[in-house]
């Protein structure tokens, strides 16, 4: 089956510190993937689309300079929090699409702490 | 914006019980209808799903069922485990890039 994996699994960072998170498809190629927030007792919240090889597509409100999102080969896309701060602390998934199939394949998450 | 619905938000199920989860959709647009399982500090797990053009669709313990003219589908999961305590996720896909709409969650326990 199709394997995404997501690292790191969990980070503590200081605030005004930035942190890169990495999703990887290994076993597909994954021509778009996306990337959730999390809260507590939440659902998923799509932060953004991200197409390799071309510029990120972000939800409303989402702020584009502080997460960062670059999905420069086909098996990796990478979001980094800029200037990360308290309010930034949250579980963050992303996920890959597989070509001629419907859905998406999660990875393991990343619990992000900013003290 | 568009939403998925889905009930009940937590649900409490005697091992053996059968779970049942119920989700709303409003863009007819949707073609895709996959349910994932999350545990607790994890990621969410493809679980089953299921395409408009059939009304069931069963593997092993978990069934989908679909009600296209309702705009409704459900999850059911028969002889309930507490392995199977975690939160369930609806979710509707459409043919615009594959971006799933999830529904708000349900918080499944299975009481030994």
């Known amino acids: 089956g199709a394997v995404v994996s997501q690292h790191p699994s969990w980070v503590i960072c200081k605030s005004g510190t930035s942190v890169k998170i990495e999703c990887r498809s290994l076993d597909f190629q994954a021509t778009t993937m996306f990337w959730y927030r999390q809260f507590p007792k939440q659902s998923l919240m799509l932060m953004a689309t991200?197409?390799?090889?071309?510029?990120?597509?972000?939800e409303q409100g989402v702020e584009k300079d502080k997460f960062l999102i670059n999905h420069a080969s086909l098996t990796l896309s990478t979001l980094t929090v800029t200037s990360a701060h308290p309010e930034d602390s949250s579980f963050y998934i992303c996920?890959?699409?597989?070509?001629?199939?419907?859905?998406?394949?999660f990875g393991q998450g990343t619990r992000l702490t900013v003290v | 914006q568009q939403q998925v619905k889905q009930s009940p938000q937590s649900l409490i199920v005697q091992k053996g019980g059968i779970s049942i989860i119920n989700c709303a959709y409003e863009?007819?647009?949707?073609?895709?209808f996959p349910w994932y399982q999350q545990f607790p500090g994890k990621g969410p797990a493809l679980l089953i799903a299921i395409r408009p053009d059939v009304s069931e669709k069963k593997e092993g313990r978990f069934t989908i069922s679909f009600n296209k003219s309702a705009k409704q589908f459900s999850l059911h999961i028969m002889d309930s485990q507490p392995g199977d305590s975690a939160t369930y996720f609806c979710?509707?896909?459409?043919?615009?890039?594959?971006?799933?709409?999830f529904g708000g969650g349900t918080r499944l326990m299975v009481k030994p």
């Open positions: 863009n007819t647009a949707f073609d895709y």
């Open positions: 991200s197409n390799e090889g071309s510029k990120a597509t972000y």
């Open positions: 979710a509707a896909c459409g043919n615009a890039g594959n971006m799933l709409t």
């Open positions: 996920s890959a699409t597989v070509p001629g199939q419907l859905g998406a394949f």
